[in-house]
C-alpha cells in the first residue's frame, strides 16, 4: 500500500501523473504468482505503472494485492564449475560492473577476495567461502549508521559490521572483484530477530554460475547455495541504492509529498517436508574422562543427494561442557562426499566427586537432521590436557588440497609505426587468468622490467618506451613484441 499526497497551492495545476512501480512479486523456479491484483488498474510493463490522467483528489492511494505459492527448492549443482570463469557471455558482464554502493574495485576489497579464492577451482568453493568469511567477521548490527542509509560495500568492509543490504552488497562487491557475476535481491522474509516472528524487509544475493543460472546466497540467515520458502522475491538489481518507485507528473506549482510504503505477508497455508539431503553420525573421541578434561566431539557429515548440499551444524551440550572452538560450523559438500567436523570441548573441574555424570552431546544441521552421543565423566576417570587433544585433533582433520592455476594474458599494441632510432610507446595490457595472486611479477621489454602484483582477474596496464634499431620501419604489436 502507497500513499501520496498533493499538494496544490491557488493558481496550481496538475495533469497526468504516472507512478512506476518496480518492487512487485514475478515468477521464477521458486516463486509462483497464482493471483495478482492492482488499485487503481495498471499496467505491467518492466514494473507496475499506475497512472492518473488530471487527479482531482488531494491524496492517491495504490495497491498491489497478490497470492504467492513458495517452495523449498533448489538448483540442483550436480558437477563442478570450474573457476575462474571463462568465457563468460556478454549477457552476464553486466554484473561484474562496479557500482556506487556496491564498489567491487576497492583495493581492499579485490584483496582479501583474492586471498580468499586462491587455489581453488572450483566455483561453489570459492562463494561458499566468501559467504562464509563475511558471516564470521562482519557482524549483522541494527545502528544509526546502517539503518536508515545504507553505506558502501568498502565501508562495511572497514567497518565490520551492517544489516542485510549491506552484507549482500560487501558479498556481491567481493565475488565480482574475482570475475563472478551476483546481483542484488530485494524482498520480504520471515524472521525472528529481536523477537519480531514476522516477515520483514530483507536482502540477499544471486551469484550466477554458467550452465545452471542464478543461484541463490543469503548472508544474514546463512543460506548458501539456496534459500528457505519464507523469501519472497520482489526485485533485481545491479546495486542496492536502485530506486523501487520513479514519479513522473506534469503541472505546475504543485507539491507531492509520498508516505512509507507498507508491505504486510502473511501465511495462508504450508504443506509438504524438504528433502533430507544429509546423515550425521555423531561419536565422541574419548568416552570417559575426568573433571576438568578436553575431549574431541566428531560429527561425520554424508551428503546422499548427487549435487552440492551447503549446511550448518550445531553443537548442543549441557551446561557443564564448554566449547573451546565454534559453537556452529558451516560446511560444503559435493556430490555423495563424506566429510568429518570436530569440537574440542572441555568438562568444568568444579564437578561433584560423589558423581559419575553422563553428558549428552547432539550435533544438529539448519535442516533440523541431528544425531546424539554421550560420554561419561567422574573424579577417578583417565585425564587427557589440552595438548594431547590438541595432537588428535590435527591428526584428524582433513587436509584440504588445492589446486593453483598460474595464468596470465598480455596484449601488447602501438598505435603507429616509426622509422628507425624513433621512439614508441607500447601499451601492454595484463590480466590475471588464474586463481593464484602474481606476487612480485616481473614484465620485461628487453632490459626495461617493471615488478608488481597481480590479484585474481584484476587487470594493469603497463607502459613501455622502444626505439628501434633495425634498419626497415616497423610497426610492433602483441605479435611479436619481445616480452618476458
Not at 270 to 278: D, N
Request: proline share 4%; net charge negative; glycine share 2%.
Amino acid at each position: 500500500v502507497f500513499f501520496l499526497m498533493i499538494r496544490r497551492p491557488p493558481r496550481s495545476t496538475l495533469f497526468p501523473y504516472t507512478t512506476l512501480f518496480r518492487s512487485y512479486p514475478r515468477d521464477y523456479w521458486q516463486q509462483e504468482i497464482e493471483k495478482l491484483s492492482t488499485f487503481p488498474e495498471s499496467e505491467i510493463n518492466n514494473g507496475v505503472v499506475f497512472t492518473w490522467e488530471n487527479p482531482g483528489d488531494t491524496e492517491l492511494e495504490f495497491k498491489i494485492n497478490s497470492k504467492i505459492k513458495t517452495k523449498n527448492a533448489l538448483q540442483k549443482i550436480r558437477s563442478k564449475v570450474s573457476f575462474p570463469i571463462k568465457d563468460l557471455d556478454e549477457d552476464y558482464k553486466i554484473y561484474l560492473q562496479e557500482t556506487s554502493m556496491i564498489d567491487s574495485k576497492d583495493s581492499s576489497i579485490v584483496k582479501i577476495a583474492s586471498e580468499i579464492a586462491e587455489g581453488e577451482d572450483d566455483l561453489y568453493e570459492v562463494t561458499f567461502k566468501i559467504a562464509d568469511w563475511i558471516h564470521k567477521t562482519v557482524q549483522y548490527n541494527l545502528t544509526t549508521s546502517t539503518a536508515d542509509v545504507t553505506q558502501k560495500a568498502s565501508w562495511v568492509l572497514l567497518n565490520r559490521y551492517g544489516v542485510c543490504d549491506e552484507l549482500t552488497g560487501l558479498f556481491i562487491a567481493m565475488l565480482r572483484s574475482i570475475g563472478i557475476p551476483a546481483r542484488y535481491i530485494s524482498g520480504v522474509a520471515y524472521t525472528n530477530f529481536n523477537d519480531l516472528n514476522n516477515f520483514g524487509n530483507h536482502a540477499w544475493a544471486e551469484v550466477y554460475f554458467p550452465y545452471y543460472g542464478w543461484i541463490p546466497f543469503d548472508i544474514t540467515y546463512r543460506e548458501f547455495g539456496f534459500i528457505d520458502a519464507s523469501h519472497i522475491k520482489l526485485k533485481e538489481s545491479l546495486d542496492s541504492s536502485e530506486p523501487s518507485i520513479r514519479y513522473e507528473w506534469t503541472g505546475h506549482n504543485v507539491d507531492i509529498e509520498t508516505e512509507k510504503l507498507d508491505i504486510q505477508t502473511k501465511i495462508l497455508k504450508m504443506s509438504g517436508k524438504a528433502e533430507v539431503p544429509i546423515i550425521i553420525r555423531a561419536s565422541v573421541i574419548k568416552p570417559d574422562i575426568d573433571f576438568g578434561s578436553y575431549n574431541l566431539i566428531e560429527a561425520e557429515i554424508e551428503n546422499i543427494k548427487d549435487y552440492y548440499i551447503a549446511e550448518e551444524l550445531s553443537l548442543i551440550k549441557s551446561d557443564e561442557v564448554k566449547i573451546l572452538n565454534l559453537e556452529n560450523k558451516r560446511i560444503l559438500l559435493k556430490p555423495l562426499e563424506k566429510r568429518k567436523v570436530y569440537w574440542k570441548i572441555k568438562t568444568y573441574k568444579d564437578l561433584n566427586k560423589n558423581y559419575v555424570y553422563t553428558f549428552p552431546i547432539i550435533v544438529r544441521s539448519s535442516r533440523n537432521i541431528s544425531s546424539k552421543t554421550s560420554f561419561t565423566s567422574s573424579y577417578v576417570s583417565p585425564r587427557f590436557d589440552e595438548e594431547e587433544i590438541n595432537s588428535l585433533l590435527e591428526d584428524m582433520e582433513e587436509e584440504i588440497e588445492k589446486t593453483y592455476s598460474n595464468e596470465l594474458n598480455i596484449d601488447c599494441d602501438s598505435d603507429k609505426e616509426v622509422d628507425i632510432d624513433e621512439q614508441m610507446n607500447i601499451d601492454c595490457l595484463l590480466k590475471n587468468n588464474g586463481n593464484t595472486i602474481l606476487k612480485d611479477l616481473k614484465i620485461c621489454l628487453y632490459k626495461n622490467c617493471e615488478t608488481m602484483d597481480i590479484t585474481i582477474n584484476q587487470e594493469k596496464t603497463i607502459r613501455f618506451k622502444y626505439t628501434p634499431t633495425d634498419r626497415k620501419s616497423t610497426r610492433l604489436n602483441s605479435s611479436h613484441i619481445p616480452l618476458s
